[in-house]
Each structure stands twice: as C-alpha cells, then as structure tokens.
C-alpha cells in the first residue's frame, strides 16, 4: 500500500491500493465517529464507481446519502 501525506488546510493521508474501493467501508469505520455518509461524485466516476463504495459503506454500518454532480 502506497501512503500519500496532502498537506492543505488540514493534513491527511491518502491510501493507495487496488481493491481498497471495495473495503472503504472497513476503513471509514476505523476514523469515522457518525455513521452518515455523503458520497459525492461525478456522473462518471458514479457510474464506475458508487455502487461498490455504497456496498461498502453500508456494510461497514453507514447511512450512506449518494450526490452526483453532473
């Protein structure tokens, strides 16, 4: 797993490993204190990806509200 440090406003990490989509529940759960979830995305990127980030995260125990942007 590569770990990517973003320094902005707020420092954070960014994980970097195939198939980490599909437990992004199991990681959420780990630094997440609520257990709602704004999944905000493109058209594109939802189509690809929503579904098993969804899955995911409602495995893990999330209310998971999707917003896509066009």
Request: aromatic share 6%; with cysteine.
């Amino acid at each position: 797993m590569a770990i990517v440090n973003v320094k902005a406003s707020r420092h954070y990490d960014v994980k970097i490993e195939e198939g980490l989509l599909s437990r992004i529940g199991e990681e959420c759960a780990q630094v997440l204190v609520g257990k709602n979830v704004l999944l905000l995305t493109d058209s594109t990127v939802a189509a690809l990806y929503a579904q098993t980030a969804t899955a995911s995260l409602e495995a893990a125990g999330f209310a998971v509200t999707p917003y896509v942007v066009s």
